[in-house]
């Protein structure tokens, strides 16, 4: 078992942000990596108290950023016809979506090169909170709201388990609109909930993460994460 005081040195690499783990096994087969001045192999590992070198390199600075994915472009992963969010961008290479939006869906993903972070915020059990305003085909009802907050099962026919979505806030915001949070993050989740109860989503946009909001930001458009903004959003991943 790992040590709490030590880590693989592959590991290390990668949150230090050098390369991947495949990138920083490569480094150390090199003979580019060095330990305290001695030259690292693979396998080694790595305390609070010692000096990691790489010769010729320097890490590189993580970079966050809110961006508002537009409805039509599809997350990562695109398809012949179809654009990502890298074709539509000037955001740098090595730039990341962290979680999804489905491609008819529209508003804020944090976008990074921080690696480390992936886990903590995606992570089922991590439960922060993600907000979403919602429009639908028809009036949106008492009974509706209720059934909402209270969770819904959400498998498809046939299955033989199906998934009740854990309880939650939710507002009316207009005739035909409502505002959900969510604290998980099933596949097309609001969709699948309105389908349950008999309801057509015609638009769906994310317009909050943790405490990090869309803001005046316009679809296509983003803005970089610093000081408190980010300071509060990193402590909260536990960075």
Same mark, same amino acid.
């Given at each position: 078992?790992? $040590?709490?005081?030590?880590?693989?040195?592959?590991?290390?690499?990668?949150?230090?942000?050098?390369? $991947?783990?495949?990138?920083?096994?490569?480094?150390? !087969? $090199?003979?580019?990596?060095?330990?305290?001045?001695?030259?690292?192999?693979?396998?080694? /590992?790595?305390?609070?108290?010692?000096?990691?070198?790489?010769?010729?390199?320097?890490?590189?600075?993580?970079?966050?950023?809110?961006?508002?994915?537009?409805?039509?472009?599809?997350?990562?992963?695109?398809? !012949?016809? !179809?654009?990502?969010?890298?074709?539509?961008?000037?955001?740098?290479?090595? +730039?990341?979506?962290?979680?999804?939006?489905?491609?008819? $869906?529209?508003?804020?993903?944090?976008?990074? #090169?921080?690696?480390?972070?992936?886990?903590?915020?995606?992570?089922?059990?991590?439960?922060?909170?993600?907000?979403?305003?919602?429009?639908?085909?028809?009036?949106?009802?008492? +009974?509706?709201?209720?059934?909402?907050?209270?969770?819904?099962?959400?498998?498809?026919?046939?299955?033989?388990?199906?998934?009740?979505?854990?309880?939650?806030?939710?507002?009316?915001?207009?005739?035909?609109?409502?505002?959900?949070?969510?604290?998980?993050?099933?596949?097309?989740?609001?969709?699948?909930?309105?389908?349950?109860?008999?309801?057509?989503? #015609?638009?769906?946009?994310?317009?909050?993460?943790?405490?990090?909001?869309?803001?005046?930001?316009?679809?296509?458009?983003?803005?970089?994460? /610093?000081?408190?903004?980010?300071?509060?959003?990193?402590?909260?991943?536990?960075?």
């Amino acid at each position: 078992m790992e $040590s709490n005081n030590y880590t693989r040195l592959n590991k290390y690499l990668a949150e230090q942000n050098y390369a $991947s783990r495949r990138g920083a096994d490569e480094l150390i !087969e $090199s003979g580019k990596v060095f330990i305290n001045g001695k030259k690292a192999v693979l396998g080694d /590992k790595v305390g609070p108290n010692d000096k990691v070198e790489v010769k010729g390199m320097q890490a590189k600075e993580f970079e966050y950023y809110a961006y508002y994915k537009p409805r039509g472009v599809i997350t990562i992963g695109a398809q !012949e016809g !179809e654009k990502e969010i890298k074709d539509v961008t000037d955001l740098p290479d090595d +730039i990341f979506p962290l979680g999804r939006l489905d491609k008819d $869906s529209e508003g804020l993903i944090i976008m990074t #090169n921080d690696g480390r972070i992936t886990e903590a915020l995606l992570s089922p059990t991590s439960k922060h909170e993600k907000e979403y305003s919602v429009t639908t085909d028809k009036p949106v009802s008492h +009974i509706l709201l209720v059934r909402l907050s209270q969770g819904v099962q959400i498998g498809k026919a046939g299955q033989t388990r199906n998934y009740k979505t854990k309880k939650t806030e939710v507002r009316r915001t207009s005739r035909d609109s409502f505002d959900i949070i969510l604290r998980e993050g099933k596949n097309r989740q609001i969709r699948r909930m309105c389908g349950a109860v008999g309801f057509q989503v #015609n638009k769906l946009k994310r317009f909050r993460i943790m405490h990090i909001s869309l803001g005046k930001l316009k679809p296509n458009t983003y803005r970089k994460l /610093k000081g408190k903004e980010l300071e509060d959003f990193l402590k909260a991943l536990g960075k």
